[in-house]
C-alpha cells in the first residue's frame, strides 16, 4: 500500500520550484510480516546535488510526519528507504545500472552477520538505492531495468522512443500515461522551462569547473616556481661555500708563507671577521 506525499518547495527569487517524491508504504515481506516504512525519492542532475541529499535526509529524519503512532500510544519513528535517480554517471560504478546499497548487522568482535530487526537499527540507519540513468541505455537485464529505461530521455530532447513490443503488457499502462504526458501542452512548457534552468545550472557548473582548473594550473605553477626559486637559493648558497673555502685554502698558503694579517687581509680583500670565523687567527 502507498500513501502519496508529494513536497513542492518554490523558490521566489527565480521562480523555480523543487518537487520532491515521498511515499509511506506498506510492506508485506515473504513471510507474511508487514512493516511500515518512508519512501523519499528525489532525481539529481549533477554531481553537487549531495548536498542537497543530504539535507533533505536530514528532515526526514527529523520530521514529525514521520512518527507514527502504533498500540498503546506508543510512538515509533518510521524507518526510511533512499531512491536516487541519477543524469549522470558515478564514477567507481562503470556497468551496474541499478545498485542497492543494503545495511548489514555483524558480530564487531569475529566480523559474523547477525540475522535481527531491531527498532533501534531500523530507526537510526537506512537502505538506499541508486539509479543510474544513463547506463540503462545499453544495459537492461531485468523487468526492473527495462521498465526504468523509460525515463531515460534523449539529451535536450523532449522525446521518448519507445518500442512497445518488448515491454510486458502490465507496464503498458505506465507507457501510456507517458505519451499523454508528453502530448499534453503544458507539461511540455514546463518540461522546457526545466531544460532552460538545467542548462543555466550546466554552464554554473562548467564555469566552476573551468575556474577550479585555471586555479589549479595556477596553483601547480606557483609550486613549481618556489621550488626552482628554493633550488637556486641552494645553488648559490653552495657557491658561497664554495668561494669561502677556496678563500679559506688561499689564507692558509699566505700565513704558511709568511704573509702579516695586513698583508693578508690586503691581498685577499678581506676582514678580520672573516678570519675570525674560520678560525684563521686567535
Known sequence: ELEFRPQEYSLEVISLTVYRLDFKAKIKSADGTEKVVLIEVQKAKFPTDIVRFRKYVGEQYSSQQNIIEIEKKE???????????????????????????????????????????????????????????????????????????????????????????????????IIERLKRAIMASEIRKNMEVEDEVIKSFKLVEESK??????????????????????????????EKQRAEQEKVAIIRKLFDKGFSIDEVIETTKTDIEFLKKHNLIP
Open 75 to 173: 510512538l515509533k519513528a518510521l524507518p526510511i528507504i533512499t531512491v536516487y535517480f541519477l543524469g549522470y554517471n558515478l564514477e567507481s560504478n562503470p556497468q551496474y545500472p541499478v545498485v542497492r546499497v543494503n545495511r548489514t548487522v555483524v558480530d564487531n568482535s569475529t566480523g559474523e552477520k547477525i540475522e535481527i530487526k531491531d527498532v533501534f537499527i531500523e530507526s537510526l540507519t537506512h537502505d538506499c538505492i541508486i539509479v543510474q540513468i544513463p547506463k540503462l541505455k545499453k544495459i537492461r537485464r531485468n523487468e526492473l531495468e527495462m521498465i526504468l529505461s523509460l525515463f531515460d530521455e534523449e539529451e535536450d530532447k523532449q522525446e521518448l522512443i519507445i518500442d512497445e513490443s518488448i515491454y510486458p503488457d502490465r507496464y503498458k499502462g
Open 209 to 238: 569547473e573551468m575556474l577550479q582548473q585555471e586555479l589549479e594550473q595556477k596553483e601547480r605553477k606557483l609550486k613549481q616556481k618556489e621550488k626552482e626559486l628554493k633550488q637556486e637559493k641552494q645553488k648559490a648558497e653552495q
